[in-house]
Structure formats: C-alpha cells, structure tokens
C-alpha cells in the first residue's frame, strides 16, 4: 500500500460548492479527507490532488490538526494556486485552494 493510497482521497463531483468566509459561493471540483491524518499527509495528499486539477477548478482540503491546516496555505506558490479561504465547521477545518 503506498501512501497515496488513501480511501479517502474522493472526488466531490460536479456540483458540490462551497460558501467562503466572504460570503462567495465556489465550486468544489474535488475534495481530500484528511480526517485523523497527521503532517506531512494532508500535505501530501493535497499536492497529489492539486496536480490533477485543471486550472481555475476549486480544491476542498478536509483536516482536524491544526498544524496541517496552518501548512496548507504557505504551500500556495509551490503548488501554483491560491488560498481561497478557511471554514472551520468546530470538527474540522475545511481549506479551499484555487488552482492558478
């Protein structure tokens, strides 16, 4: 099992969107669980996601550790797209990223 392998890596499909902390709708071409992972997975699985992305398409970044959280936006300009916004549901932090 390699560690891309992940059952939760899924795609949300077509017409999954999301509200932004600035009241902007966006939809959300894929989504990355990374419920109960721990650095530098979600990273990891992240930048596998956003390497399938086409440009403009929304990634959605599902994480309960705060330090995966805080990582994911300063990773931006190495994975050419922009930090959208951050949700935090109480449960999980809910990380969208813009694929430039």
Not at 26 to 52: N, Y
Request: net charge positive.
């Amino acid at each position: 099992m390699g560690l891309f392998a992940n059952k939760k890596t899924q795609s949300a499909g077509s017409g999954g969107s999301a509200t932004l902390p600035n009241g902007q709708m966006v939809t959300v071409a894929r989504q990355v669980d990374a419920i109960g992972d721990s650095c530098p997975r979600p990273q990891l699985m992240t930048k596998k996601a956003m390497g399938e992305l086409t440009s403009g398409q929304v990634l959605e970044v599902i994480v309960d550790n705060p330090t995966s959280m805080e990582a994911l936006p300063p990773m931006c300009a190495e994975l050419h797209c922009e930090h959208l916004g951050t949700v935090n549901t109480g449960r999980a932090w809910h990380v969208y990223l813009r694929k430039l």
